[in-house]
């Protein structure tokens, strides 16, 4: 029973790029969330995902970022046109039901440095 | 917005003896819950506790809640060097489905 898997774990892009970061949910989980991460720093909500829709993206800047969790395949975390203030741990996680009613299962994270 | 906040930010101890986190949050909560990181990696759930619980335990953790102080308090038994690790509290807003975080604490357990 596979966890959640993301890639790639480190993905290194020049500013300007674009950053496309995968997250294959827990079998049977149909909830996805996405969080960011600094140095030393907690986890910082991004955006919450069910199948085909997005249920709360009050924590994605309006700008260069995008989520899609489609019918079929990983859920996608989209940054268009990267700068250096985008690198971050990225993860993602899971859950049977939404979070305020059941733990999240995490990926071990996509580590992103914009150079 | 910060849901929950972890004191201290860093602690440490030496092997065996007890860990104790403490994390107070903003507003009225389904359950709160606390997790773990080691470095590098992504966190790993430890316990979830529902507003209506007051004490929790799993192994060698112990977890309380208090609604009234809109606190809950971690406390990890007989530490080893494998407890090193940072722990968050989190928790969702009463109807909410997000989960948000604090800032952690970082556990250092000495061999």
């Known amino acids: 029973n596979a966890g959640v898997m993301q890639n790639p774990r480190h993905l290194v892009r020049r500013r300007g790029q674009e950053a496309r970061l995968r997250c294959s949910p827990m079998?049977?989980?149909?909830?996805v969330y996405w969080y960011r991460q600094l140095p030393e720093e907690g986890l910082k909500f991004m955006v919450y995902l069910q199948k085909e829709n997005i249920i709360d993206e009050s924590g994605m800047p309006k700008e260069r970022f995008s989520a899609e969790f489609p019918k079929e395949g990983p859920s996608i975390l989209r940054i268009q046109q990267v700068v250096r203030g985008d690198s971050a741990a990225y993860f993602c996680a899971s859950s049977p039901r939404d979070a305020g009613n059941s733990p999240l299962h995490f990926g071990n994270g996509t580590r992103l440095t914009v150079t | 917005s910060q849901q929950g906040e972890e004191d201290p930010q860093a602690l440490s101890i030496q092997e065996g003896e007890n860990a104790t986190m403490n994390c107070s949050y903003k507003?009225?909560?389904?359950?709160l819950q606390w997790y773990r990181q080691n470095s590098g990696r992504g966190l790993v759930h430890l316990i979830l506790i529902r507003s209506n619980e007051r004490e929790k335990h799993s192994g060698r953790l112990r977890v309380t809640l208090d609604t009234s102080k809109k606190s809950s308090s971690l406390l990890i038994t007989a530490s080893r060097a494998a407890d090193t690790a940072s722990y968050f509290c989190?928790?969702?807003?009463?109807?909410?489905?997000?989960?948000?975080f604090g800032k952690g604490t970082k556990l250092t357990v000495n061999p």
């Open positions: 079998k049977g989980h149909s909830h």
């Open positions: 989190a928790a969702a807003q009463g109807g909410s489905e997000k989960l948000v």
């Open positions: 507003t009225s909560i389904n359950n």
